[in-house]
């Protein structure tokens, strides 16, 4: 199956997109992470996306849509994969269309006054992703690896005032995108991680 998991910063598309993809057994691809892991690498790609993730800007379409093109091509994505946080923008969703047919458009629906709290509180693994809150997570260590948890660079108060405003303006009028298209399908993602999961796997 193709999925794209659509939301906003916060809404809990990393948290998701790990348990769905080792339930379905497909790749979770994350647009972010790769810039991530390159800006760790110092690649070329990696120093270009800084300067925009820095200021919460998107990183310019042609650099992304030609990752991802490249990436859903791999051996391992041949029966179907997930994608976090791409597309982004329309101009990104048709580029995709052009790439591949996409089956269903998860989207995680929250209320955005909740994302400050749980984007500024977040910590990550830096070995596995895996993404935890300070509010229910009191040491450094990841449970599922051990691996040393660190806050991202982006996760200010200010990164994610600008990240919010670019998805307002940018990313959310993908919902009606792919509600046109008839490949949409809303959970509540104001629950329980454990209850969107669950939702999430109802609507699979
Ligand atoms: P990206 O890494 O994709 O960040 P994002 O979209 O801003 O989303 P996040 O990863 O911050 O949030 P999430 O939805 O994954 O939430 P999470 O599960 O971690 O992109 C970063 C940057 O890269 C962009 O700003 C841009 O510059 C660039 N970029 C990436 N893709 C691009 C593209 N396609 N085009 C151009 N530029 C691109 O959860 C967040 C927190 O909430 C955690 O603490 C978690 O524990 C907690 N939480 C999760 N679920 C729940 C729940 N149900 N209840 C309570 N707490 C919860
Ligand atoms: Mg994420």
Same mark, same amino acid.
Not at 60 to 83: A, H, Q
Not at 142 to 158: F, H, I, S, W
Not at 159 to 175: G, H, K
């Given at each position: #199956?193709?999925?794209?998991? /659509?939301?906003? $910063? ?16 497909? $790749?979770?691809?994350?647009?972010? *992470? ?15 996306? &800084? ?24 051996? *391992?994505? &041949? =029966? ?6 791409? $597309? ?10 052009k790439m591949t047919k996409i089956d269903k458009v998860i989207n995680l629906d929250v209320d955005l006054k909740a994302l400050a709290d749980r984007l500024t509180g977040r910590r990550v693994c830096e070995k596995c992703g895996e993404s935890y809150h300070v509010s229910t997570k009191k040491d450094e260590t990841c449970d ?10 982006? *996760?200010? /108060?200010?990164?994610? =005032? ?11 009028? /993908?919902?009606?995108?792919? &509600? ?9 993602? #104001?629950? +329980? ?5 669950? +939702?999430?796997?109802?609507? /699979?």
């Amino acid at each position: #199956m193709k999925l794209v998991l /659509l939301g906003a $910063p916060g809404a809990g598309k990393g948290t998701q997109a790990v348990r769905i993809a080792a339930h379905l057994n497909i $790749p979770h691809i994350s647009t972010g *992470d790769i810039f991530r892991k390159n800006l760790k690498e110092a690649t070329p790609v990696g120093l270009k996306a &800084k300067a925009y993730i820095d200021k919460g800007q998107l990183v310019p379409d042609e650099v992304t849509c030609e990752i991802v093109e490249l990436r859903i091509k791999e051996d *391992d994505c &041949k =029966n179907g994969f997930l994608l976090d946080g791409f $597309p982004r923008n329309i101009a990104q969703a048709e580029a995709l269309d052009k790439m591949t047919k996409i089956d269903k458009v998860i989207n995680l629906d929250v209320d955005l006054k909740a994302l400050a709290d749980r984007l500024t509180g977040r910590r990550v693994c830096e070995k596995c992703g895996e993404s935890y809150h300070v509010s229910t997570k009191k040491d450094e260590t990841c449970d599922k690896c051990g691996g040393k948890l660190y806050q991202r660079a982006d *996760d200010t /108060l200010e990164t994610v =005032n600008s990240r919010l405003t670019v998805y307002e303006q940018s990313t959310a009028p /993908l919902i009606a995108y792919y &509600k046109d298209k008839g490949v949409l399908v809303n959970v509540d993602g #104001m629950q +329980s991680i454990e209850a969107v999961f669950e +939702s999430v796997k109802k609507v /699979l």
